[in-house]
């Protein structure tokens, strides 16, 4: 659950179309964002693919979009779902809505003329590297578009890194631009006393597996830290293009576990026997944007952090004994030589250090002030 944001004063009813489902990898950000509103005093109606028996616990109202199974029209059929909702809902009447830039290219010309006040939301650009994520950056381009005419009020993004990247494609003010950087539930990811990483050193990637997003250098650090004469263990977790290739690899060397997605609560539990939390996303035009929910869940869990270094993975006023970062041809080699020189004393006091930066720097609350924050902008400019 997110922590609560501050109250902006006026109860507003803001529907958010969201592509995302309760089962994505990423539903957490939409998750903890919609608790959020509702704990600042808005009402939130809820539109997903998400059959609204999923959302019957939380305290929003929920309303089912259609999805078609065909890839690539995926998001467009949800957008002309969520047309068909807005063509026949009136009461209570709709104060704000938030729409994803997936479905920005339908959505937002139609609910310009019937004068909607709306809110972008990017929690990333493209990340598919196939011809169909390609022509997705197209949808992308124009949903930004939208924001610098005014169509569209404001955008809110993940990270500096990302809205720099914006305000050098288009001209949109800086004040247009919102950061909601990913968080962390630190009650549900909380640190536990950990085995010995003098006897074994327990790894743990959580997000898609991907060949893209460099998972497949993950088996490599493991076996160059076995030749050193280092017992390690890797655990994966969630699905993608190369889940089959890596369990196929678990299956000869018992050094390695690979297990689908799962929720939040099973993950959680599986981080809080972990040590090293790996970020192996190279530094390319998505992942130096990013805000990875890994990175926050991993230091709320009390792990220290092993990644790539570039802005997507940076984090202010950390240090390399317990965030390690290097660069991407550097990462074996210096990976080795850090875990190498780890002991239980250097873990332990890492490992503290860490949690304290998760529950000062890394909750749901500062991302949920600044939704308020450009909500209430908006009222005032009203």
């Known amino acids: 659950m997110a922590n609560p944001g501050d109250n902006t004063g006026v109860q507003l009813n803001i529907c958010w ?23 600042s005093g808005h009402n939130l109606t809820l539109l997903n693919p998400d059959l609204s028996h999923v959302h019957e616990n939380y305290s929003w109202t929920h309303h089912n979009l259609k999805q078609t199974h065909r890839k690539g029209f995926q998001a467009s059929s949800v957008a ?23 479905l920005a290219n339908i959505l937002v010309p139609f609910l310009q003329k019937k004068n909607y006040q709306m809110i972008l939301m990017d929690r990333s650009p493209p990340a598919d590297v196939s011809l169909l994520g390609k022509l997705q950056w197209r949808n992308w381009k124009m949903a930004w578009k939208y924001v610098m005419r005014g169509t ?18 288009f001209t ?34 959580h997000g898609r597996l991907d060949r893209h997003r460099g998972v497949l250098a993950l088996p490599m650090l493991v076996q160059k830290l076995q030749n050193e004469g280092i017992k390690t263990e890797l655990t994966l977790i969630g699905e993608g293009d190369v889940f089959e290739t890596l369990k196929q690899i678990s299956e000869m060397k018992s050094w390695l576990k690979v297990h689908p997605k799962m929720e939040q609560e099973g993950l959680a539990e599986i981080l809080s026997m972990q040590h090293i939390g790996l970020l192996p996303m190279p530094e390319s035009k998505v992942w130096s944007l990013a805000s990875p929910l890994k990175r926050s869940e991993y230091l709320s869990a009390g792990l220290l952090v ?47 250090i860490a949690r304290v930066y998760a529950t000062e720097n890394c909750t749901w609350k500062e991302s949920i002030d600044e939704l308020n924050h450009a909500i209430q902008s908006l009222q005032k400019s009203s």
């Open 172 to 205: 949109i003010a800086s004040d247009c631009i919102h950061i909601l950087p990913a968080g962390v539930d630190s009650i549900l990811f909380k640190s536990q006393r950990k085995p010995s990483i003098e006897n074994e050193v327990r790894l743990v990637y």
């Open 80 to 102: 002309k779902s969520a047309k068909d909702w807005f063509s026949v809902h009136h009461k209570p009447p709709i104060d704000l809505v938030l729409v994803d830039w997936q």
């Open 152 to 169: 569209v009020a404001k955008g809110c993004v993940v990270s500096k890194a990302h809205s720099d990247y914006i305000q050098q494609q």
């Open 306 to 352: 092993f990644g790539v270094k570039h802005n997507g993975h940076v984090l202010e006023n950390t240090d390399s004994s317990w965030y390690h970062l290097v660069d991407e041809q550097d990462f074996h080699e210096l990976g080795v030589k850090w875990i190498k020189f780890l002991n239980d004393s250097k873990f332990e006091k890492g490992s503290k």
């Open 17 to 39: 179309v969201t592509v995302r489902k309760v089962s994505d990898l990423c539903s957490t950000t939409t998750l903890s964002l919609a608790q959020g509103l509702i704990q």
